[in-house]
């Protein structure tokens, strides 16, 4: 962070909750500001969902009406599922039964629009992928080697300022379902400081959650992304580091 200025990080308050088209909206003036400054701008992920709507658009769904919305969000997922398989079948013929937000999303959306989210999917608006010059790479780097990443990770989280972090976190009595507070790690280091859990079971708990976050993310990248676009699969070393300087800069 030092040798480059980074944008878009840790620039919202925890007790905001943050959608793609918001990020988006600030990911293109960022662009934008870096293109005029004579800078390149790198994206990194992170989540396939940000990175799609920046460069692909977002659907113009119009606001949630906010009581239609909290009423979803309180139901059970299955009892959700089972109205949305009434009110949009094809959305809940797609969507996993246990897919809370996805279930819950749908839902709203066929309720406080009328339009089934697929019928708004077809139009989307916003996206930059077709002024800009795109050099991407998808980094798929050998799962023992991330998976040592991932420990090591959260591992250095934990000795680097995330206990005192949490610490704020549950001093400001933020509410239990928003991002920040179901972030990887948070849950686990709260319980511990409540005494629910020893730290080597919170240390163990955070390195699975890390794993598991980074598996669900290794398959979108590989699967979700267009096939033109390259993929690196060798351990990341200084070598590679290397080449993907050259190829940024091309």
Avoid: N
Wanted: with cysteine; charged share 25%.
């Amino acid at each position: 962070m030092a040798r480059a200025p980074h944008r878009l990080f840790g620039h919202i308050d925890g007790a905001q909750a943050c959608t793609a088209a918001r990020w988006a909206a600030e990911a293109r003036l960022e662009v934008d500001r870096a293109l005029d400054e004579g800078r390149l701008p790198i994206l990194v992920g992170g989540t396939g969902l940000y990175l799609r709507t920046l460069l692909d658009g977002i659907a113009p769904v119009p606001d949630i009406d906010a009581d239609i919305r909290a009423s979803i969000r309180a139901m059970p997922v299955a009892e959700a599922h089972t109205a949305l398989a009434a009110e949009d079948p094809e959305a809940a013929a797609r969507l996993a039964p246990a897919d809370t937000t996805r279930v819950a999303r749908a839902l709203e959306v066929i309720r406080s629009t009328g339009k089934p989210l697929r019928a708004w999917q077809q139009y989307k608006s916003g996206g930059i992928g077709d002024r800009i010059t795109l050099s991407p790479l998808i980094l798929l780097p050998p799962r023992d080697w991330l998976i040592a990443r991932c420990d090591q990770r959260f591992e250095q989280m934990i000795d680097g300022g995330a206990v005192a972090e949490v610490e704020a976190l549950l001093a400001r009595q933020l509410a239990a379902d928003l991002p920040v507070m179901r972030a990887i790690g948070v849950p686990d280091i709260a319980d511990w400081l409540r005494g629910a859990i020893d730290r080597e079971t919170m240390l163990e708990r955070g390195r699975i959650a890390t794993r598991q976050y980074a598996k669900r993310q290794y398959t979108w990248f590989s699967r979700q992304p267009p096939a033109a676009w390259p993929r690196e699969t060798r351990s990341i070393d200084d070598k590679i580091v290397d080449e993907l300087v050259i190829k940024l800069q091309q």
